[in-house]
């Protein structure tokens, strides 16, 4: 089993930034990558970011790109997400996610099936 601790989140103006925290603990897996996607309310829940756990190669959401950045140190398993020139469009409920490697394992996993576990999401409000 992988258990993801998140924290980070909370309440902050427009232009403003915050810093998500996930830490893993994987027991028995290898990790492949580990990602962060959104849930708006009413809307469903939708890629971030995610970073390859080996080489470190990251990649984003067009709706993010040049303001956040992902980021993971391998020593304490975790993985970082640094938001700045937060929008209120921003506002959502964050999850950190989890993909395990496996000999099957290729490409950039975006897709919400691809991860097999999630965090418990930290909610993240932008005011303006």
């Known amino acids: 089993q992988v258990q993801l601790v998140e924290s980070g989140g909370g309440l902050v103006q427009a232009g403003g930034s915050l810093r998500l925290s996930c830490a893993a603990s994987?027991?028995?897996?290898?990790?492949?990558?580990m990602g962060w996607f959104r849930q708006a309310p009413g809307k469903e829940r939708e890629f971030v970011a995610t970073?390859?756990?080996?080489?470190?190669?990251?990649y984003y959401a067009d709706s993010v790109k040049g303001r956040f950045t992902i980021s993971r140190d391998n020593a304490k398993n975790t993985v970082y997400l640094q938001m700045n020139s937060l929008k209120p469009e921003d506002t959502a409920v964050y999850y950190c996610?989890?993909?395990?490697?496996?000999?099957?394992?290729?490409?950039?996993?975006?897709?919400?099936?691809?991860?097999?576990?999630w965090g418990q999401g930290t909610q993240v409000t932008v005011s303006s």
């Open positions: 996610a989890y993909c395990a490697a496996s000999r099957l394992r290729l490409g950039v996993p975006m897709a919400r099936y691809e991860y097999a576990y």
């Open positions: 994987s027991g028995s897996f290898s990790t492949y990558a």
């Open positions: 970073i390859i756990w080996s080489g470190g190669k990251t």
